[in-house]
């Protein structure tokens, strides 16, 4: 789907570029801080590099460096990035209704660029997969145009954050635009009670998870949001119902 | 692997990153990757719209209250107040834009000055 000329001459590609951009923003300093973490923990410039550019998933880079410069077996370090990776399976299943009418090969492509921003900001403004082609077509586009948007930013900075490692300090703190950023599309995101009782609950699990290892507590988290939801959901179901 | 000398790539290491960029396409595309025809129930249809938030709750709230591993049991930790501002700021202008800047605005003097 994404070399499909129609798709960057569609309206909606470039509102999703639009959309994108305080995310490409906040996570100037965050993709820098990845490519100098990279560097930092040992790996050659031509492997950070290779890595930014073929794995595209900072979290599961970052629990992976330090596994593969220990030395330890091949299978040990693919199956911690698959556990970091966890919440994506989640996502790929929301993702589902939007894509399954795409050949597989395109599939796959468009899923294999759908990381975090990119998931919530789609979901965010498509409530529901189209019905039509037309508006498949611009489901797709806006997809396609968050995705060059992320994909552009992160690894520009990856990039130069590989380039800098020596000369940036860690000590600022300058990652934290990229939390701050996720705070603001989680604000915006919630639009009902529900979504908020989810965010609390999500919030609260992994803060008590948190020592799970390979980023576990993510994925628990979401679990336990998405079923006290569900359950909240009969609780109003069983109260409004007239006795 | 263990190499002294920081900048020799080999050989293993960049398998390893291959298998490491197919885990990201194949979690990624974990439930479309067969073609075959099924339906959510529609239960997990309805709870999976209360996924995305918990999503970015379940990343940022750690990264907002919690250092080393541990929750943070100072207030002197500029992360609060940034986020703090940043939520007042969301609600307040619906811009996210604007969150990020005014919250580094409030962050930056009070972790590079006070050192929280």
């Known amino acids: 789907m994404f070399w499909q000329r129609k798709l960057y001459l569609h309206p909606d590609f ?3 570029v639009r959309d994108l951009a305080p995310q490409a923003f906040g996570q100037i300093a965050w993709a820098l801080m990845t490519g100098v973490a990279l560097v930092k923990s040992g790996m050659s410039v031509f492997e950070s590099v290779f890595m930014t550019l073929v794995v595209y ?6 629990a992976a460096t330090p596994l593969i410069m220990a030395g330890a077996p091949a299978w040990v370090v693919l199956a911690a990035g698959f556990c970091v990776n966890l919440r994506f399976v989640v996502f790929s299943l929301h993702m589902r209704g939007y894509l399954m009418h795409l050949p597989r090969l395109p599939r796959m492509v468009a899923g294999y660029f759908t990381t975090d921003p990119v998931y919530v ?3 965010r403004r ?8 037309e508006h498949r077509r611009s489901q797709e586009a806006y997809l396609a145009g968050l995705s060059v948007a992320n994909w552009t930013s992160w690894i520009s900075c990856s990039l ?17 635009a990229g939390i701050l950023c996720l705070l603001g599309i989680q604000c915006s995101l919630a639009s009902s009670r529900l979504r908020v009782l989810s965010a609390i609950v999500a919030g609260m699990v992994a803060v008590l998870a ?16 998405v079923f006290a939801c569900l359950m909240a959901e009969q609780l109003k179901v069983l109260k409004e119902r007239p006795a | 692997m263990n190499s002294t000398d920081l900048n020799v790539t080999d050989a293993w290491t960049l398998w390893v990153i291959v298998g490491l960029a197919i885990i990201t396409a194949v979690t990624r595309s974990f439930f479309f990757l067969s073609n075959s025809e099924w339906h959510l129930p529609h239960w997990a249809q309805r709870g999976l719209q209360y996924a995305p938030i918990a999503a970015l709750s379940a990343v940022v709230v750690p990264e907002i209250v919690m250092s080393q591993g541990e929750l ?9 107040y940034a986020a703090a501002v940043g939520v007042a700021i969301y609600f ?20 590079l000055g006070l050192g929280w």
């Open chain 2, 92 to 111: 307040f202008k619906h811009d996210v834009l604007l969150t990020i800047v005014l919250g580094m605005a409030v962050y930056l003097p009070l972790h």
């Open chain 1, 160 to 176: 130069l954050g590989i380039a800098l490692a020596n000369a940036i300090p860690t000590a600022w703190g300058l990652g934290f």
């Open chain 2, 72 to 80: 943070i049991a100072t207030w002197q930790d500029a992360r609060i």
């Open chain 1, 210 to 225: 948190y020592a799970l290892p390979l980023k576990l507590h993510i994925v628990v988290a979401i679990l336990m949001a």
């Open chain 1, 57 to 62: 998933a900072g979290s599961s880079q970052l």
């Open chain 1, 14 to 16: 470039n509102v999703g």
């Open chain 1, 126 to 133: 498509f409530d529901h997969p189209a019905h039509t082609d």
């Open chain 1, 121 to 123: 900001l789609f979901i």
